[in-house]
């Protein structure tokens, strides 16, 4: 089971970005697929999840200007995120605990793989 995040970059405050998360060695249609992120000098947060089936959960910070999303015959997640704020610049990570749902999804330490992150600097 492998995951590569890539799409980061530098943008400024209200513009928007595409992350993706490619997956390896397992099935979309199987397993659901979490986004998280890091900020500097904060703990990691899940911020996003979609199940095998395409539920989507979303912490409440970011609902209402992050989506995500899937195509399965592409094996890739994304997470498209609008409106950036500064205080959006993380790390942001994908991650799998090869369970079909997103009940786990805030907690960090239910995931078993993880994509290696891409960072978001968002200047103000």
């Known amino acids: 089971v492998q995951l590569q995040a890539s799409g980061g970059g530098l943008v400024q405050a209200g513009g928007s970005l595409r992350l993706s998360c490619a997956a390896s060695?397992?099935?979309?249609?199987?397993?659901?697929v979490g986004w998280l992120r890091q900020a500097p000098g904060k703990e990691r947060e899940g911020i996003a999840c979609?199940?095998?089936?395409?539920?989507?959960m979303y912490a409440d910070s970011v609902k209402d200007r992050f989506t995500i999303f899937k195509v399965n015959h592409k094996k890739t997640v994304y997470l498209q995120i609008d409106s950036l704020p500064p205080e959006d610049t993380a790390v942001y990570y994908c991650?799998?605990?090869?369970?079909?749902?997103?009940?786990?999804?805030?907690?960090?330490?239910?995931?078993?793989?993880w994509g290696q992150g891409t960072l978001v600097t968002v200047s103000s």
């Open positions: 979609i199940s095998a089936s395409g539920s989507t």
């Open positions: 991650a799998t605990d090869l369970s079909p749902n997103c009940l786990s999804a805030w907690y960090d330490g239910s995931y078993d793989y």
């Open positions: 060695g397992f099935n979309l249609e199987d397993f659901a």
